[in-house]
């Protein structure tokens, strides 16, 4: 079956430092991938996307993630985080031909000032 | 704002009771789909319409109805409401730039009493 883990439930950070968010992904075939922030009170809203060619895609806010097809993964980076980044961020995936977004459980950032 | 819109903001009902759910997708966008998030499943993809027909499913309960209108709204109905159907029913919608990104709506929290 289609799955998307996210390993840390939350995560806590001072301004400054760098973050990096894991997201493990199993899927058979072509796989599509998203990073999704959730601001306290806001809808989801995309932070980037992966379809194909380069693995390094950069999103909005300064955001990136690495596709790793040998490790099944698909990580959120950012060098350093802010305060207003303080929100709960979702991996999700669609399968070929499909989509249907899979989510991840979601893990809460809290940044520290 | 995402340019998908969703009412009513909140709604409070009891047992037993029958709800309607309606979203307006972007304009320009063909598909919407169905989201419910709570706490102990996460967020799930519900079910699928494109241009009028249900497209895919997910895991929606046979007490849960959805369909898109001509004007590509779309309603979910939910019946027979349980305390456990309590939670966020997001709508999101996509097809403009075909691409298989979703664009989410502010939701719908939903409580049962």
């Known amino acids: 079956a289609q799955s998307v883990s996210q390993h840390n439930h939350h995560v806590i950070l001072s301004e400054a430092a760098s973050l990096e968010l894991g997201c493990n992904y199993s899927?058979?075939?072509?796989?599509?991938l998203f990073w999704y922030v959730q601001y306290p009170g806001q809808h989801l809203q995309l932070l980037l996307k992966?379809?194909?060619?380069?693995?390094l895609v950069k999103g909005i806010k300064g955001f990136e993630a690495e596709f790793i097809k040998s490790k099944f993964s698909f990580n959120l980076r950012k060098p350093s985080v802010q305060w207003s980044d303080t929100a709960e961020y979702f991996c999700a995936g669609t399968g070929a031909g499909s989509y249907q977004l899979t989510f991840g459980k979601g893990t809460k950032l809290s940044v520290i000032p | 704002d995402s340019g998908v819109t969703q009412t009513p903001k909140h709604l409070i009902t009891a047992t037993g009771q029958r709800v309607t759910l309606r979203c307006s997708p972007r304009s320009g966008d063909l598909s919407v789909y169905w989201y419910q998030q709570s706490l102990d499943q996460g967020l799930q993809f519900l079910i699928q319409?494109?241009?009028?027909?249900?497209?895919a499913k997910g895991n929606i309960l046979e007490r849960f109805s959805a369909q898109q209108f001509p004007d590509l709204h779309s309603e979910l109905n939910l019946s027979s409401l349980e305390l456990g159907d309590s939670a966020l029913y997001f709508c999101a919608s996509s097809g403009r730039t075909g691409g298989y990104e979703q664009y989410f709506g502010p939701g719908t929290r939903l409580t049962v009493t």
């Open positions: 319409y494109y241009n009028g027909e249900e497209r």
């Open positions: 899927y058979g075939g072509t796989v599509n």
């Open positions: 992966y379809f194909s060619g380069d693995p």
